[in-house]
């Protein structure tokens, strides 16, 4: 027999970035951070677990690649989903498991992105948070979407954020085994549904210098994250989380384009400095701050994670039609840019 479950979870972007660990191997980070969970049916992961007693190991294949689950994260997230597996009946296919018989059951993991992997587009974020629920599932873990995003934690840190659908805010915590720190949900899905987020694609590559290695970089050389952990951050959650519970645009999106920006000031703050965005990043910015300023009050944020591309959440629909046919007159299709814009619709 084989038992099979398949779960699909969305990636999320920070708009109070996580950067930075004060664990390495727990994932444990420096600051709290805030997200926002995209629509489920774009930039998402699908994954199938089984599990079969025909099983010799466990194997996984990402977008159809079989990679090594040899030590590190993906170990951690199986080990302890496994630690917490319950008795599993089926009386349909005739399956029964005992709790203690999962420790000897090995499961296959089958992982598909709809988005380039490592070209900043969080698909880690989605990865992990998606294996988790979906092994979870498989082995009747009962514990909460808190627990879980613990658990997705330890996979990739925006994982854990993932768990959850609307506005989610990672507790960086104090506990010295991370059992405080996790994901809990600011608002849902359907608390400001007005905004549209559009996503140009600057570039697809892979990028150079992955987030794990650029934060701890940026842990070991800069200064400048040190304050931002300390002195910045924790005052900048508390206008997020305000601004988010009343809709209040223009703090939304000055706080994001700032945060966004002082994340990539860590980064050049960075021995050596770490560049994720190129020239046609820092020309979406000035595009969008010129259009801002111009209208008198914003009408579209700004965030660029460990990679070119431009995370542009605008206000409303108009509004974002309106960024994407600037963005078409200054990036012309065919005209030797490397830009390829496309709305992924709404939050
Ligand atoms: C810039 O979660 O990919 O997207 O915990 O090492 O797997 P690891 O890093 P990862 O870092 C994400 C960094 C970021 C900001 C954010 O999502 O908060």
């Known amino acids: 027999w084989v038992r099979l479950v398949t779960a699909q979870t969305p990636t999320n972007i920070a708009v109070i970035k996580y950067w930075g660990k004060r664990d390495e191997t727990l994932i444990l980070p420096v600051n709290d951070s805030i997200s926002v969970t995209l629509d489920p049916n774009h930039l998402c992961t699908t994954t199938t677990v089984a599990v079969s007693p025909a099983f010799d190991r466990d194997r996984m294949w990402l977008n159809g690649k079989e990679i090594s689950l040899v030590g590190g994260r993906y170990q951690n997230c199986l080990r302890e989903i496994r630690k917490r597996a319950t008795d599993v009946e089926d009386k349909e296919k005739g399956i029964k498991i005992a709790k203690n018989d999962w420790e000897n059951l090995h499961v296959h993991i089958a992982s598909h992105n709809n988005f380039p992997t490592a070209a900043g587009l969080a698909s880690s974020a989605a990865g992990f948070a998606c294996l988790v629920f979906a092994l979870a599932k498989l082995m009747n873990v009962r514990e909460d979407e808190g627990k879980l995003s613990s658990i997705a934690r330890q996979g990739s840190g925006s994982a854990c954020r993932s768990l959850y659908g609307g506005f989610v805010k990672w507790i960086m915590g104090n506990n010295e085994d991370g059992s405080d720190s996790l994901a809990v949900q ?98 979406i910015i000035s595009i969008v701050e010129k259009w801002n300023r111009a209208e008198g009050t914003p009408q579209v944020a700004y965030t660029f994670d460990a990679g070119p591309n431009a995370v542009l959440i605008a206000h409303d629909r108009k509004a974002a039609s309106e960024l994407l046919k600037r963005l078409l007159f200054y990036f012309p299709p065919g005209a030797g840019t490397d830009l390829n814009s496309y709305v992924i619709g709404d939050k």
Not at 266 to 271: G, R, W
Request: net charge negative; with cysteine; charged share 25%.
């Open 186 to 283: 600011l608002a849902d899905e359907k608390h400001w549904d007005d905004l549209v987020i559009l996503i140009a694609v600057v570039s697809s590559r892979q990028k150079e210098t992955s987030s794990t290695s650029g934060m701890r970089e940026s842990v070991e050389t800069s200064l400048l994250l040190k304050h931002r952990a300390q002195e910045i951050v924790p005052k900048r959650v508390v206008q997020m989380e305000e601004a988010i519970k009343n809709k209040d645009f223009p703090s939304f999106a000055s706080l994001t384009c700032a945060d966004s920006n002082q994340f990539h000031a860590i980064c050049l703050d960075t021995s050596p400095p770490i560049f994720y965005m190129n020239d046609t990043s820092h020309k």
